[in-house]
């Protein structure tokens, strides 16, 4: 288990926009691919989005494709999620996963729960006017 750390969730109205941060301490992200998943009250949790470990290659869940926006600054030791154009049902607490250690590559895994090691505590994201 790594020491990962979720932050920027809040209350938003819808159309609004937040950005999530994953940080890391204590280790380094770069060999890491990380994602973003959800869990909304009484529902599943689902990946939203992965990024590769060097950044070069993203992959996202349809249903937030063209709204949200996965990108890392490795010398931050930091993964970011931007969302836009928020709706209701994006509702949910977030969370950041890593897998790997994967080299300094530009593979993206699929979003597997089962793949991804080490889990944050999340954050809670309400979108509600």
């Known amino acids: 288990q790594l020491p990962l750390v979720e932050s920027g969730g809040g209350l938003v109205q819808p159309g609004g926009s937040l950005r999530l941060s994953c940080a890391a301490s204590?280790?380094?992200?770069?060999?890491?691919?990380i994602g973003w998943f959800r869990q909304a009250p009484g529902k599943e949790r689902e990946g939203v989005s992965c990024i590769s470990p060097s950044g070069g290659s993203t992959t996202s869940a349809d249903s937030v494709k063209g709204r949200f926006t996965i990108s890392r600054d490795n010398a931050k030791n930091t993964v970011y999620l931007q969302m836009n154009s928020l709706k209701p049902e994006d509702t949910a607490v977030y969370y950041c996963?890593?897998?790997?250690?994967?080299?300094?590559?530009?593979?993206?895994?699929?979003?597997?729960?089962?793949?991804?090691?080490?889990w944050g505590q999340g954050t809670q994201v309400t979108v509600s006017s």
């Open positions: 204590g280790f380094t992200l770069d060999y890491y691919a």
């Open positions: 996963a890593a897998v790997g250690p994967l080299g300094y590559s530009d593979y993206v895994p699929d979003l597997n729960i089962a793949d991804f090691s080490s």
